[in-house]
Structures are given as C-alpha cells and as structure tokens.
C-alpha cells in the first residue's frame, strides 16, 4: 500500500489500474478537513472527461486500483 499525506492530496495525480469509460489518468481537485486535520471529503477529476467524483482518499493507497503519479 501506498503512504499518502493527506496534507499533499491536493492537485497529486493518480491513474487508474482499470480505467472505467477510458478515464484512466485523474487529479485531485479538492480536499476538506474537520478541526482535528482529518480529512473528510476528497474530490477527483477525470483529466479526459472532467467528471467529478467523490471518493474515500484511503482508497487512493490501494495499488490494486491507484497508481501514483500519471502512468
């Protein structure tokens, strides 16, 4: 698994292992947290379409799924 700082998410590139509609590359564009410093809401980007999706950013350290970086 990777290890991600939440505090780095924002803008870091991710590509899909199995991409879905030919959406393979993906950047973060938008990262909350609470008053703890936990985050509590990430957004991704496809690059190619622009869709928006709302994703748990644990699911980011996945590698069966998430490559770091543009691949």
Known sequence: ???INPKKLL???WTAVKPVNKEKHFL???VEFDEEGQVVHCLI???MSKREISIDWRSLKDQAYWRQGWK
């Open 11 to 13: 803008h870091s590139k």
């Open 1 to 3: 698994m990777h290890r």
């Open 45 to 47: 980007e496809a690059v």
């Open 28 to 30: 973060v564009t938008e």
